[in-house]
């Protein structure tokens, strides 16, 4: 049996639980990422990446679909560390979730990010 969401104006099934219009708490890292400087800066990292994930490109290879800038030290711990470039890199969406769960080490992303200037060569 199905019935029209009062919700979102689709057909569900009986017992099924909508999530439109569902509101999630609002913590603080998603008031730091929601401004515009963070924006700013994460379209600038990018850019001086040359629009190329940083880790893949150390190890030769060139992906530049699904970039996110990601913050090495974690920004529920270090919110000051919010628009630090040594702190930002920019990565695929694979090595990102890698980063987010640990398994690449933060002295190897750091290094990585404090020579993106370097890595370009000059007129690039």
């Known amino acids: ?3 029209a969401c009062s919700r979102c104006g689709r057909i569900h099934p009986s017992g099924y639980k909508c999530n439109a219009w569902r509101t999630y708490p609002t913590t603080d890292e998603r008031k730091l990422r929601a401004k515009n400087k963070w924006h700013e800066k994460a379209r600038a990292i990018k850019e001086e990446a040359q629009s190329l994930c940083e880790l893949c490109r150390t190890e030769g290879r060139y992906i530049s679909r699904g ?7 974690k920004l529920t711990d270090h919110p000051e560390l919010l628009l ?3 702190n930002l890199i920019c990565l695929c969406q694979d090595c990102h979730k890698r980063a987010d769960a ?3 080490d933060k002295e190897l992303l750091k ?3 404090s020579q993106r200037g370097a890595n370009n060569p000059p007129g690039v």
């Open 84 to 86: 630090e470039d040594t």
């Open 111 to 113: 290094r990585i990010a």
């Open 1 to 3: 049996m199905t019935r």
């Open 102 to 104: 640990g398994k690449i």
């Open 67 to 73: 970039l996110e800038v990601h913050h090495i030290e």
